[in-house]
């Protein structure tokens, strides 16, 4: 039993310095099986009941103070109720505000894996995997917006009927068009119509160019004068 519990003591700080890891994991999973889950299958329900425990697994990543805490946990809690509650989106006034807490919530997660990543002075494993988090956290965040916009308006988005099967995009059609964007590779086979949803593309890609300068740039300084990073940490 000693024993039993000792592993479990060594386990749990293990988990902890790898939070990050965890959930780029998490999300990277997510992207990968996007693709395989339709709706209205079983296998869809099981991946929005996963999306919930992926809000809760953030929010074990950027272990917040008390206060922080309660604020997160007030946007998160109308993005796990859509999963439950709204199997399919749709324009109503209720599917637009879960959207916009989800996004919010997004929002606010982004912002505190940010303050972690470029305030570290000393880069490690983790300082990458959450500079990755990020990444991935708003090409998700981009494509629930997409999603809404397509909502309000039908025809915002305009898929090539040689190049698809449908003719409405579906969810999966918004998170291949927003990564498409974010990296700058275009997405083939669906196009931004309406000014908003043109407006939008514009807004992640230059996010997404700016970002990958800006992080090459700290991590080239940060590994370039690790003497001079200790010297100011020093007392």
Same mark, same amino acid.
């Given at each position: 039993?000693?024993?039993?519990? =000792?592993?479990?003591?060594?386990?749990? #700080?293990?988990?902890?310095?790898?939070?990050?890891?965890?959930?780029?994991?998490?999300?990277?999973?997510?992207?990968?099986?996007? #693709?395989?889950?339709?709706?209205?299958?079983?296998?869809?329900?099981?991946?929005?009941?996963?999306?919930?425990?992926?809000?809760?697994?953030?929010?074990?990543?950027?272990?917040?103070?008390?206060?922080?805490?309660?604020?997160?946990?007030?946007?998160?809690?109308?993005?796990?109720?859509?999963?439950?509650?709204?199997?399919?989106?749709?324009?109503?006034?209720?599917?637009?505000?879960?959207?916009?807490?989800?996004?919010?919530?997004?929002?606010?997660?982004?912002?505190?894996?940010?303050?972690?990543?470029?305030?570290?002075?000393?880069?490690?494993?983790?300082?990458?995997?959450?500079?990755?988090?990020?990444?991935?956290?708003?090409?998700?965040?981009?494509? =629930? $917006?997409?999603?809404?916009?397509?909502? $309000?308006?039908?025809?915002?988005?305009?898929?090539?009927?040689?190049?698809?099967?449908?003719?409405?995009?579906?969810?999966?059609?918004?998170?291949?068009?927003?990564?498409?964007?974010?990296?700058?590779?275009?997405?083939?086979?669906?196009?931004?119509?309406?000014?908003?949803?043109?407006?939008? =593309?514009?807004?992640?890609?230059?996010?997404?160019?700016?970002?990958?300068?800006?992080?090459?740039?700290?991590?080239?300084?940060?590994?370039?004068? #690790?003497?001079?990073? =200790?010297?100011?940490?020093?007392?």
């Amino acid at each position: 039993m000693a024993h039993s519990s =000792s592993g479990l003591t060594n386990a749990e #700080p293990i988990i902890g310095r790898h939070r990050f890891f965890i959930l780029f994991s998490y999300l990277l999973v997510a992207l990968i099986l996007y #693709p395989y889950i339709k709706e209205g299958t079983f296998s869809y329900f099981v991946f929005r009941v996963l999306g919930s425990v992926g809000i809760l697994l953030t929010l074990y990543a950027i272990s917040l103070r008390r206060s922080l805490l309660a604020v997160a946990l007030i946007l998160a809690v109308p993005a796990i109720l859509a999963r439950w509650l709204l199997p399919r989106a749709d324009a109503s006034v209720t599917s637009i505000l879960y959207i916009i807490f989800s996004f919010v919530f997004d929002v606010f997660v982004v912002v505190i894996i940010f303050r972690r990543v470029f305030t570290n002075q000393k880069p490690n494993s983790e300082t990458v995997f959450g500079a990755l988090c990020i990444y991935l956290l708003v090409g998700f965040s981009f494509a =629930s $917006l997409y999603g809404m916009v397509a909502m $309000l308006q039908p025809r915002a988005f305009y898929l090539d009927p040689l190049m698809n099967l449908r003719a409405t995009p579906d969810r999966f059609d918004f998170v291949y068009y927003s990564f498409a964007t974010m990296t700058s590779l275009g997405a083939s086979g669906i196009t931004a119509v309406s000014d908003e949803a043109r407006s939008l =593309s514009v807004i992640e890609t230059t996010i997404g160019v700016l970002y990958l300068a800006v992080l090459i740039a700290r991590l080239i300084s940060a590994y370039r004068h #690790p003497s001079t990073l =200790s010297r100011e940490d020093a007392p």
